[in-house]
């Protein structure tokens, strides 16, 4: 976990490998990344990290299995890891082979992974309430705050793109695996493996429905802020159009001229005035008898 220079030098030495360095384990060729040297397997995969954050991200994972040994280089620590130190504490007997603790981290790796999909699910599911349940009857429609939604769909889809990159480097690694020629991968550890590859290209599926839901989430989010501005610029164009007539009316017998209608009678401003009304009054009346409004 997060090696010195010298801690890689003192491992290469003790088990006779070649520990790949960050920047080596970064390629993203699968030559770089799956390979088998000397009878030593080396393998790195791509692995989604700080879920509960705002920023989750991806890191490499190299896992280097030799006759009796795996090796595992990292420079972040992830939960699927930490857990799956506590339950090897508990069931030793589970972990007494190199390869069953490999089998046992990726199987920590693709549950994690599950659960991250469920979360994403979850929160789409909110999301979509929100969005699209009406407000219930004799309530007054609720302004919502879109740009909190959209930066909650644009956090679900980049965590969704983030665990799909995950699922397809483990299905990389695992195919590499089962085909690998090693002394500890007998028929138990086979089908674990392949149980593994299962539910890495189900959860993908899975995945890639996720990422259409998110998508449509985002479209359906710009189309009702699109909906909530139209309502608003029709408000200003009603405004305008029934204030307009006055403001003419207003204008005209404002004019400092010396001969204006009405202007020598008693009843001529309550005539102006009523004058005003209705014509602010007719267009509202027209727009709501069209059903404008």
């Known amino acids: 976990l997060d090696p010195t220079d010298d801690e ?172 690998a020629e090693h002394p500890q991968i007998n028929n138990e550890v086979r089908g674990r493996l392949r149980t593994l590859s299962r539910d890495v290209t189900q959860m993908s599926d899975h995945a890639a429905f996720i990422a259409s839901k998110v998508q449509f989430q985002l479209d359906a989010t710009l189309g009702m802020i699109n909906i909530d501005q139209n309502d608003i610029l029709k408000i200003f164009s009603v405004v305008t159009v029934v204030l307009l007539p006055p403001s003419v009316i207003g204008a005209a017998f404002g004019m400092n001229f010396d001969v204006i209608p009405l202007s020598h009678h008693g009843w001529g401003f309550a005539a102006a005035i009523a004058l005003m009304l209705l014509s602010a009054v007719l267009p509202w009346w027209a727009f709501k008898r069209l059903g404008w409004l």
């Open 8 to 179: 890689e030098l003192r491992v290469e030495r003790a088990l006779g490998i070649d520990v790949p360095t960050r920047e080596e384990m970064r390629e993203i060729e699968t030559s770089s990344r799956l390979y088998e040297e000397a009878g030593v397997l080396y393998m790195t995969a791509t692995v989604v990290t700080k879920i509960d954050t705002d920023r989750p991200e991806s890191s490499q994972i190299t896992f280097i299995l030799t006759a009796d040994k795996l090796v595992t280089n990292r420079y972040v620590d992830p939960l699927p890891f930490r857990r799956y130190i506590a339950y090897a504490e508990r069931h030793a007997a589970q972990c007494s082979s190199a390869v069953a603790i490999l089998a046992g981290l990726l199987e920590a790796l693709v549950n994690h992974i599950a659960d991250v999909l469920e979360r994403i699910g979850s929160d789409m599911d909110t999301l979509s309430s929100e969005v699209f349940t009406p407000p219930a009857p004799g309530m007054r429609r609720r302004t919502r705050d879109y740009r909190a939604i959209l930066e909650r769909v644009g956090r679900a889809g980049d965590l969704d793109s983030k665990a799909r990159e995950t699922l397809s480097s483990l299905s990389r690694l695992l195919a590499f695996l089962q085909q």
